[in-house]
């Protein structure tokens, strides 16, 4: 059974290719950051679960653009840092 947004189903967990070459790669992880964080900017549900989410969502709104696609990359670091690795985003709330 798939699981589909505000279903009863566990979400999917699909596994890191970390022992891949360009999982390190700088320009690699800007791409999937960029990613995630327009998706999590687009949804807004995961505000109030941990300081990463005021942090990025007050970055992207105090942009040019008010859009992530004039946030510099070097400017993410704050988010990241304030991530616990608690996972309550991806368990409970990301669509």
Do not use: Q, Y
């Not at 798939?2 to 279903?7: N, P, Q, R, Y």
């Not at 999937?32 to 942090?55: A, T, W």
């Amino acid at each position: 059974m798939k699981s589909k947004e505000g279903g009863l189903g566990a979400p999917v967990r699909f596994p890191l290719k970390w022992e891949e070459a360009d999982f390190t790669d700088r320009k690699e992880i800007d791409v999937e950051l960029r990613r995630v964080f327009d998706i999590c900017h687009g949804c807004r549900r995961c505000f109030n679960l941990c300081e990463s989410f005021p942090k990025l969502f007050d970055l992207i709104d105090e942009s040019k653009s008010g859009e992530l696609d004039t946030v510099n990359s070097e400017d993410f670091k704050p988010v990241v840092d304030a991530c616990t690795l608690c996972d309550m985003c991806f368990m409970t709330k990301c669509p």
